[in-house]
């Protein structure tokens, strides 16, 4: 290593340590933006040393820099414009696309670096092999896995499981082929091979993401994030950059953590999740609660009145409500009640939504202050204290059956609604929620049911809440609650 | 295998360890951004992707150096731009509109 090649490498330890204190601040909404800026100043710095090396080595061709330049500004533009015009509801998409071009870089490079070995060495084998063979497969694996999962976000390519018959057996053959083809390279340099070994990965990701259903994504994505971490660290080992291999190995812990988490909140293994469960008809076994019979609906009169003399308020969202586009209706009502010296916080549970934490830039984007945005483990104690849980389109993590064995939600974490003073559910209808089995939440005689779309049904709370407010005497609003307490 | 080997897969080991004691810290609220910039993060592969140029002379070598840039590039400039547009909406007051300081409780 001479000096000028140590100096680079200094150059990226330098943003590889911008990376891990960008990540250290995102452990407060209050300094993750600096996070965020230390860590695309560590990116500039990286690529502006990688321009330097570039130029230093002076072998770049005319086209070379002609192509490198064009691509990733083509590239910067493209990513640009999906950034600035994605809705937050579609986050979960875009990550996904991030991760396949992430993970499609990744193997692209191992790709090149073993052509190029071929084309100069006597052979390829060896230790390097491995690093590219794997990068390869994890590579190819999370371009094509991420583009499904996208697809499958952005309603291209339903939602629904897609079990194919023979599908489990093509997709070990896949495996078989990749791996087997991989194990080939280690004892002859071979091109072909190695373009085998990329088919056969591709293919893979189509056939293990194909069969997983759309609540499981959380998951998913998270697993993607963290195969396309460890291909960019197998990258750098690859190349022996030091860079690469550090910010790889943070985000393999990153989407390692993540996914451990989600899978926890739905007290489901990775293997179950993956070889496909939920909604594919078999597992669930249906409890018989006749609830049908029990429930009580309730119009918006009666909520708001409810509401309004509640003096603590738990609001529990679920995907429902970033289906129906409620996140604005509800921040509106809750800045209504919070007028009235109402309590009003937001119980969300991990797999809220499409991927890790996104109920929390929903309702962010609503401009709920954050603050009121309270973990499972952090609001679950307070449900006894709440006078009213107010549940939209959230069913299967509210349903008091996990906590029993034998359901198909058995040992669920789930948010303790049932113990509040009062339930209002908002639900269009009666239907099931993913794990396809009743909510005996619903049964209760502490609930009632609204049925409405979740829009709509808050437009009408607020309203109605308001009209109570106008209707009562001032003096009413003189209590305890809207004195200097609080 | 190799000195340098061994230094790279140090190297690995430690990165991954650091990620999961930091990233362990970071509240569910901001799970979503974490991803997002954990994506930009690994967006870094345009280092690699670049470095492509330094020996591609032929068409297959100027394709992949283009495809991979273009990714990776992608990836980097979405990826930081997206987090730091979720990051911007995170407030702990209500009222946006008026920028002036809010006396801690």
């Known amino acids: 290593m001479n000096s000028f090649t140590t100096n680079i490498q200094l150059v990226y330890i330098l943003a590889a340590a911008c990376f891990v204190v960008g990540l250290h601040l995102m452990n407060s909404p209050a300094t993750a933006r600096r996070g965020n800026q230390v860590s695309t100043a560590g990116m500039a710095v990286a690529v502006v040393a990688t321009l330097v090396l570039l130029i230093h080595a002076g072998t770049v061709t005319g086209i070379g820099w002609t192509v490198i330049i064009i691509g990733a500004l083509l590239g910067s533009a493209a990513g640009l414009q999906s950034a600035r015009k994605v809705q937050m509801t579609a986050m979960p998409q875009l990550v996904s696309m991030f991760n396949a071009v992430g993970g499609g870089a990744a193997a692209l490079v191992a790709v090149y670096g073993y052509m190029h070995d071929e084309s100069t060495k006597a052979g390829v084998l060896g230790t390097t092999t491995v690093t590219t063979a794997l990068d390869v497969i994890i590579g190819s694996v999370t371009f094509t896995g991420s583009l499904i999962a996208a697809g499958k976000l952005q309603g291209v390519i339903t939602g629904q499981p897609v079990v194919l018959r023979g599908g489990r057996l093509l997709n070990v053959a896949l495996a078989v082929i990749a791996v087997g083809s991989a194990a080939f390279l280690l004892t002859t340099a071979s091109l072909p091979a190695l373009l085998i070994v990329v088919l056969a990965a591709l293919a893979f990701g189509v056939m293990m993401v194909l069969p997983i259903g759309g609540a499981d994504m959380p998951v998913v994505i998270s697993l993607l994030n963290a195969f396309t971490g460890t291909a960019v660290a197998m990258a750098g080992f690859v190349i022996t950059n030091w860079a690469l291999i550090v910010a790889g190995a943070l985000v393999g812990a990153s989407g390692g953590i993540l996914t451990k988490l989600m899978a926890d909140a739905m007290n489901r293994s990775l293997a179950n999740i993956i070889i496909g469960g939920f909604g594919t008809g078999d597992s669930a076994l249906p409890v018989a609660v006749a609830v ?59 797999v809220a939504g499409r991927m890790p934490g996104h109920m929390n830039v929903l309702l962010a984007e609503a401009n709920v202050p954050y603050p009121q945005l309270k973990e499972m483990e952090e609001i679950n104690p307070e449900f006894p204290r709440a006078d009213v849980a107010l549940v939209i389109g959230a069913n299967d993590v509210t349903n008091p059956a996990a906590r029993r064995q034998g359901t198909a939600i058995s040992g669920m974490p789930i948010l303790d609604v049932d113990q509040a003073k009062s339930i209002i559910v908002v639900k269009r209808s009666m239907a099931s929620g993913y794990a396809g089995i009743d909510n005996e939440l619903y049964a209760n005689p502490k609930t009632s049911m609204y049925f409405a779309d979740a829009k709509k049904a808050l437009a009408e709370m607020t309203a109605a809440v308001k009209t109570l407010v106008g209707l009562l005497p001032t003096g009413w609003l003189i209590t305890e609650r809207t004195l200097p307490l609080n | 295998m190799s000195t340098a080997l061994v230094t790279d897969l140090t190297i690995f080991v430690l990165a991954l360890l650091v990620g999961i004691e930091v990233i362990g810290k970071v509240p569910a609220t901001l799970h979503t951004p974490l991803m997002s910039a954990a994506n930009s993060i690994h967006g870094i592969v345009l280092a690699g992707a670049l470095l492509i140029g330094v020996t591609a002379h032929s068409v297959v070598g100027y394709v992949l150096a283009f495809v991979a840039a273009f990714f990776a590039a992608a990836n980097v400039v979405g990826g930081y731009a997206v987090t730091g547009r979720m990051l911007k909406m995170f407030r702990r007051k209500a009222t946006p509109a008026a920028p002036k300081e809010t006396p801690g409780p």
């Open chain 1, 292 to 350: 049908d019979a029990q429930v009580k609906s309730v119009a918006a009169d009666d909520a708001a009145i409810q509401l309004g003399y509640a003096s603590k308020v738990i609001v529990v969202p679920g995907y429902g409500l970033a289906a129906a586009q409620a996140q604005h209706a509800v921040a509106e009502l809750a800045q209504v009640l919070q007028d009235r010296g109402i309590e009003v916080s937001y119980a969300i549970h991990p």
